[in-house]
C-alpha cells in the first residue's frame, strides 16, 4: 500500500509547477471566453450603429415615425413594422404562458412518473421542430381553417403568426419552468400539505411562488424566441405593413421587423437610404430584446431578494 | 477500453477524408482534356424554373460547364452584379438609371440581353364569378378604391390583393404598368392592406384557397387551380386571355421582356451559354415552360 501512495505523492509535487502553468492557462481562456460575449454583444451593437445611424441625417423622423412603409418609394414609416411585431408578439404571449405554465405545472406536480418520462422529452423535441416547417403547417392547414371559422377575408393574419409563434414559445416555457418547479424542495410541499392545503392550494400559493424566477426565465426566454422568429411569420401573416389600431388588427394581417428585413436586406444597395433604414430596424430589435432581458434579470432579482426574506 | 470507441472515430474519419479527397481527383482526370467552366446565375424567381431548365438541357450538350443558380428577385440579382458576385443576373424588370450610375461607380458596365418573354396573369379564385376586368378595374382593386367585389359585379365578399415583395421584377413592373397604367407621373400606390408574398408559389396559394383573393403572377407559374381573367382596355371589351398567340400578337396588355445582364459583353462560357439560350433549342424551352419566345 505504502510502495503504491509514496510515488504518486511524489509525481504530484514533480508535476505541480506544469499543473499550475496549466491551470493559469486555462482560467485565462475561461476568462477571456467569459468578457468574449460581452465584447461580441458590444461589437454587434457597434455594427449595427455604424451602418444605422446614417439614417438620422437622410431621413426626417417625421417620415420615420409615419404609417405609411413602401422603401421603393422612399416612405420609410416604421411605426406599422414596430406595432406589428409587438403585436404579433403580444398575441404569442397570451397563447403561450397560460398553456406552457399548465403544461410545465402538469408534468412536475400533477403527472405519473411515467406520463413525465414520456412529456418531457416529446415536448423537447417539439422545441426542435425547425420554424420553416411550422410555417408549411400555417399556410396549408391553420391559415384557410381560421379563415373559415372565424370568417374572416383572409387566412394570413397576426393571430395566425402569434398562434404559431405561441407554439415556438410552449417548448422552451415548459422545459425551463418545469425545471424551476423541479427544483423546489420537497419540504415545501409537504410542510404545505401538512398544515391543510389542498393540491391546488400548494402549486398556486407555494410550488409556483418558490420557482418564480425560474419560471419568469423561462416566460422571458419565450418571449424572447417570440420576437426574433422570421420565417414563421414571414410565411404566415401576409405582411401587409397596416398600422395597428388596437386588438382587433389581430385579425387583420401585418408585417413584422423581423420578416422586413429577412425580405428586403436582399434587395438593397449597400450604403443607400433603404440599407441604413433596415439597420435601424435591426437596432430597435436590439433594443426591445434588450428591454426584455433586462426587465427579466430585474424581475428575477426582485423575487430572490423576497425569497431570501421569506426564509430569513 | 475507453480508447477503443475513439479509435474507431478516427479510423472512420480517416476514410471519410480520404474518400473525399480521392474522389475529385478522379474526376479531374476524366475531364482533363476539356477545360472546367462555372457559370454563376442570379436573380428573378419568375425565370428561376425557365433558367433550370437551360442549364440541365445544356448541360448535357456541355458536361464541362457547371451553372448555378439562385432566386431572391430581380432587385437581389441586380445588387448581385453590382457586388460582382455572379456571372449573370436575370431580372424580369429592365434595369433602372440610378442601378446603372450606381454599377459604373463600381466599375461595372451592365450589358443588357432579352432572353424571353413573359406575360403577366391576373388570378382569381375558381369560386369567383368575375371572368374579365378591364385595366382600369384592377387598377382600381390594387390601389384600394374597390374593398368589394359587389363593386365589380361579383359576389358580396371582400377583396384580398395579393402582391409579390418589393424585391420583386414583376411587383415594379406591376406597380408601373398596371397600377400606374404605364403613366411616369403617377402616384398611386399599392393598398396598405396588400398581401406580399414572399414567393410565386404563396400566391397561388393563397388565390387557390381563397374565394376572395386576388393575385398576379407570371404566366409560367399559373397553375389549372386558379382562375385567369380575361383583360380589356374598355368596359365593352375585347378582353384577352393571356397566352403565347396573345403575347405574340402584341394585343395581351401586359406582357414583358425578360432580361439578362451581365458585366460588359458576355465572355467563354457565358457566352455560350447565352448564345446557345438565344438559338432555337433554347427558345424551344422558353415555349415548354409557358413562357414566350422572342423569335415567334
Request: hydrophobic letters at 45%; one cysteine or more.
Amino acid at each position: 500500500m505504502n510502495n503504491f501512495i509514496i510515488p504518486s505523492i511524489k509525481k504530484i509535487t514533480n508535476n505541480k509547477l506544469i499543473s499550475r502553468i496549466g491551470e493559469g492557462i486555462i482560467a485565462t481562456g475561461i476568462k477571456v471566453s467569459g468578457f468574449s460575449a460581452i465584447i461580441f454583444v458590444l461589437m454587434i451593437f457597434y455594427f449595427l450603429w455604424s451602418e444605422g445611424f446614417a439614417v438620422v441625417g437622410e431621413v426626417p423622423l417625421r417620415v420615420l415615425f409615419s404609417s405609411r412603409w413602401y422603401p421603393v418609394e422612399g416612405y420609410y414609416g416604421i411605426l406599422p413594422l414596430i406595432g406589428g411585431s409587438l403585436l404579433v408578439t403580444i398575441g404569442a404571449t397570451l397563447f403561450a404562458v397560460p398553456i406552457g405554465l399548465s403544461t410545465a405545472i402538469y408534468i412536475s406536480e400533477i403527472a405519473p412518473r411515467w406520463v413525465r418520462e414520456v412529456l418531457k422529452p416529446v415536448i423537447e423535441i417539439l422545441a426542435g421542430l425547425p420554424s420553416v416547417v411550422l410555417g408549411f403547417i400555417g399556410i396549408l392547414a391553420l391559415a384557410p381553417m381560421l379563415r373559415r371559422t372565424l370568417n374572416l377575408p383572409t387566412g394570413l393574419t397576426a393571430l395566425t403568426g402569434s398562434i404559431l409563434l405561441g407554439a415556438i414559445a410552449i417548448p422552451t416555457i415548459v422545459s425551463v419552468a418545469e425545471d424551476a418547479l423541479d427544483g423546489v424542495p420537497r419540504s415545501y410541499r409537504d410542510a404545505a400539505l401538512a398544515i391543510g392545503a389542498t393540491r391546488w392550494q400548494t402549486i398556486w400559493r407555494v410550488t409556483l411562488p418558490a420557482a418564480r424566477s425560474g419560471v419568469l426565465t423561462g416566460i422571458m426566454l419565450g418571449i424572447g424566441r417570440a420576437i426574433g422568429e422570421t420565417m414563421t411569420v414571414m410565411m404566415v401573416t401576409g405582411n401587409a405593413p397596416i398600422m395597428v389600431r388596437g386588438l382587433s388588427a389581430l385579425f387583420l394581417p401585418t408585417r413584422t421587423m423581423t420578416a422586413t428585413i429577412a425580405a428586403e436586406m436582399g434587395e438593397v444597395a449597400k450604403g443607400s437610404t433603404h440599407y441604413h433604414v433596415l439597420f435601424m430596424i435591426g437596432i430597435i430589435l436590439f433594443m426591445i430584446s434588450l428591454i426584455v432581458n433586462v426587465t427579466a434579470s430585474l424581475l428575477v432579482f426582485r423575487t430572490k431578494k423576497r425569497a431570501d426574506r421569506i426564509l430569513s | 477500453m475507453k480508447k477503443l470507441p475513439a479509435l474507431f472515430a478516427l479510423l472512420c474519419l480517416g476514410f471519410f477524408a480520404a474518400a473525399c479527397f480521392f474522389q475529385p481527383s478522379d474526376t479531374d482526370s476524366q475531364n482533363n482534356d476539356q477545360p472546367t467552366a462555372h457559370i454563376e446565375i442570379k436573380g428573378s424567381d419568375t425565370m428561376v424554373n425557365l433558367t433550370l431548365a437551360w442549364t440541365e438541357a445544356y448541360r448535357d450538350d456541355h458536361p464541362s460547364v457547371s451553372i448555378s443558380i439562385t432566386g431572391g428577385g430581380s432587385g437581389t440579382g441586380i445588387a448581385a452584379l453590382l457586388n460582382n458576385t455572379v456571372d449573370i443576373a436575370n431580372a424580369s424588370r429592365r434595369i433602372r438609371e440610378e442601378e446603372i450610375a450606381q454599377a459604373r461607380n463600381l466599375g461595372i458596365e451592365p450589358y443588357e440581353i432579352i432572353i424571353a418573354r413573359d406575360a403577366v396573369a391576373i388570378i382569381v379564385n375558381h369560386d369567383n364569378p368575375i371572368n374579365y376586368l378591364t385595366l382600369q378595374q384592377i387598377s382600381d382593386i390594387f390601389a384600394g378604391k374597390h374593398h368589394n367585389w359587389l363593386e365589380l359585379g361579383g359576389a358580396d365578399r371582400p377583396i384580398v390583393r395579393a402582391s409579390r415583395e418589393s424585391n420583386s421584377g414583376t411587383h415594379m413592373y406591376f406597380l408601373e404598368e398596371v397600377l400606374r397604367l404605364g403613366d411616369p407621373n403617377s402616384k398611386l400606390l399599392f393598398d396598405p392592406n396588400t398581401l406580399l408574398l414572399p414567393s410565386s408559389e404563396g400566391i397561388i396559394a393563397e388565390v387557390r384557397d381563397n374565394p376572395n383573393a386576388i393575385g398576379y403572377d407570371g404566366l409560367g407559374y399559373v397553375t389549372p387551380d386558379v382562375k385567369v381573367v380575361g383583360i380589356g382596355l374598355s368596359p365593352e371589351g375585347p378582353f384577352i386571355w393571356p397566352s403565347i398567340e396573345t403575347v405574340n400578337q402584341e394585343t395581351y396588355p401586359i406582357s414583358r421582356d425578360l432580361y439578362a445582364y451581365t458585366n460588359g459583353e458576355p465572355q467563354d462560357a457565358t457566352k455560350f451559354f447565352l448564345e446557345w439560350v438565344l438559338s432555337e433549342p433554347g427558345q424551344e424551352i422558353v415555349k415548354e415552360l409557358g413562357f414566350v419566345s422572342i423569335t415567334p
